[in-house]
């Protein structure tokens, strides 16, 4: 019977992750789901129980380590241990770094506090119960984890930095048997980037990017359950994001050039 911790659960690919979940394994499944939207949780929760699946929400702030440890302790009490680490809870943004002020430039340690930060403190405190099970921990990064953006400086930071985390903690686990994963989507069609700061450290309100082709959240969800299942290292998503990849390694002016030219046609006014 897996055991499996979702942050970010409340909406998005978080919550389409509890719903395939319970879909898949049905009474089989005890899930607990975490963020900070209680009442939105209430109803991924409610939309899980009703494919049989066991759950427990857990109301959480990643951005508090106090809180990241609570929801550990409270879904290894509730079920009896620990399978699967899902690190999904992260916020977007969207800002050229020069203009962002000096009294505003404290938004940037802000979100790398949930985006990084959250996922250490989760997988810290679920390390010795996921060694036990041998289980899973995935980290939902982005292609910007991958390859610089601009207008995405804080955004990037934070998810480069998970992502060297990440694959130095696969490293260290492999001899206990625990499978790191990491997803890298690109553009998804979900309200991330509406909710996500802009240059002030306010909510958006609307995105910052080219919308067009986004990936459905249904197929982003899979990609990233399929890779956890097959204990994958990583899951680059897109054929762009992977060409990507390869031209950074022996063409970078190139991927400079094509991320300037895609923030002239592309960006909108905020």
């Known amino acids: 019977m897996p055991r499996i ?17 319970a879909q898949t394994h049905q009474s089989q499944l005890q899930l607990t789901l975490a963020a900070r939207n209680a009442s939105n949780l209430q109803t991924v929760a409610d939309q899980c129980r009703a494919l049989g699946a066991q759950v427990l ?12 440890r609570a929801l550990i302790d409270a879904a290894v009490q509730q079920f009896g241990g620990l399978d699967a680490l899902i690190n999904n809870a992260g916020v ?13 430039l404290g938004w940037y340690e802000r979100l790398m506090r949930i985006n990084l930060w959250g996922s250490v403190w989760c997988t810290h405190a679920a390390l010795p119960h ?34 060297g985390f990440f694959e130095a903690l696969r490293a260290e686990l492999k001899p206990a048997g625990v499978s790191v994963t990491t997803a890298y989507p690109g553009v998804v069609d ?3 980037r509406y909710h996500g700061y802009n240059a002030k450290g306010q909510a958006a309100g609307v995105s910052g990017l080219k919308e067009d082709g986004a990936m459905t959240v249904q197929e982003c969800a899979q990609l990233i359950i399929n890779g956890m299942n097959r204990r994958q290292r990583e899951v680059v998503m897109t054929p762009k994001g992977k060409l990507g990849r390869f031209l950074k390694l022996i063409a970078p002016g190139l991927v400079e050039k094509i991320a300037l030219a895609a923030l002239k046609d592309d960006v909108k006014p905020h």
Do not use: N, W
């Not at 977007?92 to 505003?104: G, I, K, N």
């Not at 939902?140 to 992502?163: C, D, E, H, N, Q």
């Open 57 to 68: 929400t857990v109301p959480t702030d990643v951005g508090d380590e106090a809180q990241c």
């Open 92 to 104: 977007s943004a969207h800002a050229l770094f020069e203009e962002v002020s000096a009294q505003d």
């Open 130 to 163: 996921l060694k036990t099970s041998k289980g899973a921990i995935v980290a939902v990064s982005s292609l910007a984890g991958l390859i610089g953006v601009p207008g995405r400086t804080a955004y990037s930071a934070s998810k480069f930095a998970m992502t």
């Open 190 to 192: 979900t309200r991330i």
């Open 5 to 21: 911790i979702i942050t970010g659960a409340s909406d998005g690919i978080g919550a389409e992750m509890a719903r395939q979940l």
